[in-house]
């Protein structure tokens, strides 16, 4: 095929193999003379990968990167030496703490849950989870019961995507329930701090089928990506566990393609009803200093990790960083999760869904879903 003039006046030549058709701005006799590990390096930066059972559409390299320096991993970095330590075939590429457990904390449990992987389905795996961090049966029900369900939450996000627009981070996975609903069309990335709760994602997602699906751990704040190489992030209730969601943002900017959107979900700090973490009214309506103190005082755990916004408070943030602007609006709560609420419950949730769509749902709604888009290349 000849070469190619973009809309930006670069040309481009393009080289067809039996599997697969890959553009550049490089000649065709160089990139003849890479190996199938360079193609993928240069995938994120200048080239367009496509799949011969849909032509045109382009595909990024997904491989991830050492986070301090960004150079290739093999396995080691080649740029400062870092050693991703894989346990299950999860990378190990966290640079921060997650607010709860030190790493090597974080890393036994996880060995401990690695022992019984063969063993234990899924739920049983979770279910030994709990058992290793100590919380009680009474109290881990609503827990289990919420990451059981979360799959029937994560297809209704997974319905109103696009088959054919890239690859997309899972940022915050825990479980992977999002990754095992859509894994099967879509490439879908896995990232979380946690390497107890990959594990478990790992567990989840091979039930599913989807063993080839990428889990990596990761620290939201600096992500072992390089620039512009999802077309999506979703990041379910997990911004408000980070303490600088300002950071993470600019984080998600920086992976994003052009055009790419974040969507998050998180609750919202001003609702009326009980704080989902804790489980206590009116939480968020006290001073942000008082509120660690409050839940503990309830013996409701530890909420010092935990820091919810309103409405208000996230468009602020989202001003203030790389996307500038958001959407943000009141997420119906799905029939599944409807199934497990007592019946009271369950009628205020089905009158709270009728009026989702109204301004006041998604100012004192349960949860906020916020969506930033990053601009078109010009």
């Known amino acids: 095929m000849p070469p190619q003039r973009s809309g930006s006046g670069r040309t481009h030549h393009t080289i067809t193999t039996a599997a697969i058709t890959v553009q550049t701005q490089a000649s065709p006799s160089a990139v003849g003379s890479l190996s199938t590990r360079e193609i993928g390096v240069f995938l994120a930066e200048d080239f367009f990968i496509q799949g011969t059972d849909a032509p045109g559409t382009p595909l990024l390299n997904t491989e991830p990167v050492c986070p301090r320096c960004r150079a290739d991993l093999d396995p080691t970095c080649t740029g400062c030496g870092w050693d991703p330590r894989p346990l299950r075939g999860i990378l190990d590429l966290r640079v921060g703490g997650d607010g709860l457990l030190e790493a090597d904390e974080d890393r036994a449990i996880a060995l401990d849950l690695v022992r019984e992987f063969d063993a234990l389905d899924f739920p049983r795996l979770l279910e030994r989870y709990f058992d290793l961090a100590g919380v ?4 881990r029900r609503g827990q289990v019961e919420h990451i059981l369900a979360a799959g029937a939450r994560e297809a209704r996000e997974a319905a109103t995507d696009k088959p054919d627009a890239g690859p997309i981070l899972d940022l915050g996975c825990g479980t992977a329930p999002f990754a095992a609903e859509l894994g099967r069309r879509r490439e879908v990335v896995c990232c979380d701090i946690a390497l107890r709760w990959l594990i478990l994602a790992r567990k989840r997602l091979d039930a599913a089928g989807l063993t080839a699906t990428r889990v990596v751990r990761a620290s939201a704040e600096a992500l072992p990506w390089r620039d512009a190489t999802f077309a999506r992030i979703v990041a379910g209730d997990m911004i408000e ?4 969601p ?14 790419g959107e974040l969507v998050m979900t998180t609750p919202n700090r001003f609702s009326p009803t009980p704080e989902p973490h804790v489980g206590l009214i009116g939480v968020g309506f006290l001073p942000r200093a008082w509120m660690s103190r409050y839940v503990s005082a309830r013996g409701r755990g530890d909420f010092r990790a935990i820091r919810t916004h309103g409405v208000e408070g996230w468009r602020r943030i989202i001003a203030a960083g790389p996307f500038g602007r958001c959407e943000i609006s009141a997420p119906r709560i799905s029939d599944e999760e409807l199934a497990l609420m007592r019946p009271a ?5 089905r009158i ?3 009026l989702s769509t109204h301004p006041l749902a998604v100012r004192f709604g349960p949860m906020l879903r916020i969506v930033c888009r990053k601009p078109e290349a010009r």
């Open 246 to 259: 300002e950071s993470v943002i600019a984080e998600a900017f920086r992976v994003l393609r052009p055009g």
């Open 352 to 354: 709270y869904n009728r």
């Open 345 to 349: 419950k369950r009628r205020l949730a």
């Open 136 to 139: 009680p049966i009474a109290s």
């Open 241 to 244: 566990h980070v303490l600088d």
